[in-house]
């Protein structure tokens, strides 16, 4: 059969302000319970691999990360290595172009002074023609003396090249490892980010898993007391004159099968859910009715029968079931108080 109901209570009884109503057999909540502790272990276990997949993953890129922080760090001591040779060839330069200055200041006086001020000046020697030897023993002693310089400064200029070009060898190296760097940093950003995602993405699965788990370990608790419950029904035998109860709505003689489609709802109030709908517990549905009924509202049986149990049971709180014959039943449960 397929006709389900858990309403809050029957006619003796009253509802709390957010009573619960659903209208089920016992014999098929079990089977439903277990079938959803079987399709509860299955997602579970398909969560728990693809968190298996995630921490793989993850324990990948943390190696990764690690592999990386490590070149990050040579490729910044390189880095800083060639920036102190930069910083010690531009200092070299800069006292190689002091000396060489130093040196053509030093060469333009001497030959200032030689000239001018000469007794006589090697300028009036040769514009009077005087003493040719002189002349010619000046002309070489100022010869060799401006080809020493010239040399000394030739000497400091190809020092500069040297220093130069070793210092446009050395930016370029530079840059190259500048670039090097910037790119392993952009790829540890990336991996950085991903491994952020997949830490993310497995605490919202352990979250899920630790909600699953509790709804597992409640389903198959209800299915342990719906069992126990079944097997002391089984063997338990309640006057029927006791306990008999006769709905309103329903002649007492009619047959529960000639009224199923025609059962009447148990107590006024809002639908939550409907037999079949959506429990938000992946594919797992309702197997009956859930109704919210305001305090007061009396719970009518759906159907004549008589009460065969009336206790509180976990998952269904205060609980009555009915037995209408034919073997069906139908469940009240969540109740607040039986009457």
Excluded at 13 to 38: G, H, P, Y
Excluded at 236 to 244: S, Y
Excluded at 280 to 299: C, D, F, M, P, R
Aim: glycine share 4%; charged share 25%; aromatic share 4%.
């Amino acid at each position: 059969m397929k006709r389900t109901a858990i309403p809050i209570s029957l006619c003796f009884l009253l509802c709390c302000i957010s009573s619960v109503t659903a209208n089920t057999n016992s014999a098929e909540r079990l089977d439903d319970v277990k079938s959803q502790i079987k399709s509860l272990d299955n997602d579970l276990s398909k969560k728990k691999a693809n968190r298996e997949q995630l921490l793989n993953q993850l324990k990948q890129q943390s190696q990764q990360i690690s592999n990386s922080n490590k070149e990050l760090r040579k490729l910044s001591s390189q880095l800083s290595d060639k920036q102190t040779q930069v910083k010690a060839l531009r200092e070299q330069a800069g006292i190689k172009e002091k000396e060489q200055q130093q040196q053509l200041d030093a060469l333009y006086t001497q030959i200032q002074s030689a000239f001018m001020h000469a007794e006589p000046s090697y300028l009036e020697m040769l514009l009077n023609q005087q003493d040719v030897s002189k002349i010619s023993r000046g002309s070489t002693y100022f010869k060799y003396f401006h080809q020493a310089r010239q040399q000394e400064i030739e000497t400091i200029k190809q020092s500069l090249t040297k220093l130069n070009e070793q210092q446009k060898s050395l930016l370029l190296a530079q840059r190259s490892l500048q670039n090097l760097l910037e790119k392993q940093e952009s790829q540890q950003h990336q991996l950085q980010r991903q491994a952020t995602n997949r830490k993310q993405t497995i605490a919202a699965l352990d979250k899920t898993i630790s909600t699953q788990d509790e709804r597992l370990n409640a389903l198959k608790s209800e299915e342990k007391n719906l069992q126990t419950l079944l097997d002391s029904l089984a063997k338990k035998v309640i006057p029927k004159a006791k306990k008999e109860i006769i709905s309103p709505s329903v002649k007492p003689n009619t047959p529960f099968s000639r009224q199923i489609g025609r059962l009447k709802w148990p107590v006024s109030g809002k639908l939550l859910a409907s037999y079949g709908s959506s429990r938000n517990l992946g594919k797992l549905t309702w197997q009956g009715i859930v109704i919210k009924s305001a305090t007061g509202n009396e719970v009518k049986a759906t159907a004549a029968g008589r009460v065969i149990l009336a206790n509180w049971l976990r998952g269904f709180g205060l609980l009555i079931i009915i037995d209408h014959g034919e073997k069906y039943m139908t469940l009240y449960g969540n109740n607040e108080s039986l009457l």
